[in-house]
């Protein structure tokens, strides 16, 4: 069964940092990319960085230039975003999604979700 959990949530002050992971099972990151995504109460959601299944990453978010990092552990079937000087403006639910090879910025080109993790930057 394909599979996505996301995990790292939680409440940060503003500068601070937070890594938040996305576990895949039942399927290979050899030929899934995986992208983060993150909506805020009232937005669309919005795509955040992606990591294509030969290992590029793609930022789609200008605002997150700097802060934000995308990596991968292939053999554990993990990704993580890293993010660093965490703003207010970054508040929003993460969602790790899966589709063949190559990155999208579009959501509607994912095809497999996984619930969400809250990230709420607040001092």
């Known amino acids: 069964q394909v599979q996505l959990v996301e995990s790292g949530g939680g409440l940060v002050h503003p500068g601070g940092s937070l890594r938040l992971s996305c576990a895949a099972s039942?399927?290979?990151?050899?030929?899934?990319?995986i992208g983060w995504f993150r909506q805020a109460p009232g937005k669309e959601r919005e795509g955040v960085l992606c990591?294509?299944?030969?290992?590029?990453?793609?930022k789609y978010a200008d605002s997150v230039k700097g802060r934000f990092t995308i990596s991968r552990d292939k053999a554990k079937k993990m990704v993580y975003l890293q993010m660093n000087s965490l703003e207010p403006e970054d508040t929003a639910v993460y969602y790790c999604?899966?589709?063949?090879?190559?990155?999208?910025?579009?959501?509607?080109?994912?095809?497999?979700w996984g619930q969400g993790t809250q990230v709420t930057v607040s001092s």
């Open positions: 999604a899966t589709r063949p090879y190559s990155c999208s910025r579009y959501a509607y080109e994912y095809s497999v």
């Open positions: 039942g399927f290979s990151l050899d030929y899934f990319a």
């Open positions: 990591i294509s299944s030969s290992n590029i990453n793609t």
